[in-house]
Every structure is written in C-alpha cells, then in structure tokens.
C-alpha cells in the first residue's frame, strides 16, 4: 500500500493510517492535556508522517515509526511553548531517589468495566498526565500502546535497560498515586451495582 | 536466601514483564508467597497497568476521523471526493 500511495496514489493514504488514529492521538493528548492542542498534534504527524513517507524503509514497525513521529511533534510544540524544560536539564531517571509503593494490605481487583465511568478514566489520563515526559513516555509506549520493551527502546531512541528502569519508576509513581484513590471509589460502590 | 519487601519493590515491574532472570523470579515468588503487603502492591500495579491500557482511557473525541480527513484533503490532497462538511470553508 505504501507504495502505491507514493507512486501518487494519495487517497490511500486515509486507509494506511486510519488504525493508528487513535494511538496518534493517545499520544498527542497525553503530552497537549488541551484535546484541541492534541488533536493538531495529531493531524501535523500525519501530515509529517506522508511527507516523510518515502523515508520510511521498513526497518520499524509502521507503528513504531508513526508513534515516533508524533512524539517528536508533541515534543517540539511543548519545546516552542517554553512549557518543558530540556530533557538534560531533567532529573536523570536513572539515579535519584528511590520511589516506594503504596502501601496496602490487600487489593480488590478493579474491573476494566470501571473505565464506563468518568471519574475512573479521568484518574488514569491524570495520573498519566502528572509524570514528568520522560517517565510518560515509557508508559504510554508500553502500557497504553502495548509495545514491547525493545519497540519502545527504538522509539525513544534509548537503551532497553533504560525503558525498564523508566518504565518501573513510572509504575510505581502510578500505584502510589492511583491505588489508594482507585481503592476508594471500589469501596464507595460495588461494581456489580451499576 | 531471603530479601526484604524493599528489594521485593524494585522487581516488581520486571516481574510483570516476565523479564527477571529465573533464580530472581523465584525468590521473588517465594516471598510474595507470605507477605500480603508485597502481593498487594503487584497486584495493584498489574491491574492499574491492564487499566492503563483499556482503549477507553484517551478516547477519541468525536468527529475525529473527519477532521482529519479533511485536513489531509485540503493539504495533499487525499480524499478529494470526500464531501465537505463546511463546503464555504
Ligand atoms: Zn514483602
């Protein structure tokens, strides 16, 4: 397909990238918090991902790369906004203090049917939302696109040894911060009642 | 050999990955076996990260895939037969 759309047929295109939209978005949102902001986002990766469409090799995962795309748009616009410090002026994710779980006795599984309320996504895209970029990275990739560790290695451009450590500081920021609020809301109402 | 919860902590999203060597796996294992606080902390952060991954969170807005549509036709061209919404635009 790719090549037909680069042999002129550009109408395809639609059709390349419509599985990606929502990845592509996810993406952008989590960095933009401003849905317009995001979707803009979103809409100048596809259109960078087409004309850059002849670069594309596959030496990566077409989602890979389009992801990786839009995390450089994402980036650049908050870079232009003045909203991110430069990431080498960033905590170094891989010294730094130790981060420590939430503290719980026992955990009652929340159910994915959880996400039909408001209230529980809301808390997930904050919590998503309240890492520093460089931990968000590593868990939108991961958790949230389902990447494997090396995907996400390529797409940041980062060792796999790097994700991981990244990717579990991230996770327990997560737990510490959503555990006790999510643990709430389970006692607040039963599943089944809804 | 036996570690302490602390130690339990800083394996915990290896261990969701599957991705601890195997002697580390299994003295992980052994110690959740019998510490309620540590199998409470796993299991939350499995489920927070099955959560995370739900498609529901970061949903599309509506009106998304049009929009773009729209924005692709207008500056390369794709989907030119596609009606337009605001055709005075
Ligand atoms: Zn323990």
């Known amino acids: ?194 | 050999m036996v570690i302490e919860c602390k130690h339990v902590w800083n394996y915990i999203s290896d261990y969701l990955d599957d991705s601890l060597p195997a002697e580390t796996r299994e003295l992980v294992q052994r110690h959740l076996e019998h510490c309620e606080i540590c199998s409470a902390i796993l299991d939350s952060t499995r489920n927070i990260v099955v959560l995370t991954g739900d498609d529901r969170v970061f949903e599309l807005p509506i009106g998304f895939s049009e929009r773009l549509l729209r924005r692709l036709a207008k500056e390369i061209g794709t989907g030119s037969s596609m009606p337009r919404e605001n055709p005075a635009d």
Do not use: C
Not at chain 1, 12 to 28: D, F, G, T
Not at chain 1, 29 to 57: G, I, W
């Open chain 1, 1 to 194: 397909m790719i090549t037909s759309i680069l042999a002129g047929d550009t109408e395809q295109y639609h059709e390349l990238i419509r599985p990606y939209e929502r990845s592509v978005y996810k993406m952008a949102l989590s960095f933009m918090k401003d849905d317009s902001d995001a979707e803009d986002v979103a809409q100048e990766a596809f259109l960078k991902a087409f004309r850059k469409l002849a670069d594309f090799r596959g030496q990566a995962k077409f989602s890979t790369w389009l992801i990786s795309i839009t995390l450089n748009e994402a980036r650049g616009r908050l870079r232009r906004q003045g909203l991110v410090r430069m990431e080498s002026l960033d905590e170094t994710p891989e010294e730094g203090s130790h981060i420590s779980p939430a503290l719980l006795r026992d955990w009652r599984e929340i159910p994915s049917e959880a996400l039909e309320r408001k209230e529980v996504r809301q808390m997930l895209e904050e919590a998503i939302g309240n890492l520093s970029p460089l931990y968000r990275e590593v868990v939108l990739l991961r958790d949230v696109e389902e990447f494997s560790i090396e995907e996400t290695a390529v797409a940041l451009a980062i060792t796999t040894g790097n994700v991981k450590v990244r990717l579990h500081r991230a996770r327990m920021m997560m737990q510490k911060e959503l555990a006790p609020r999510l643990k709430n809301v389970s006692q607040r109402r039963r599943w089944f009642q809804w």
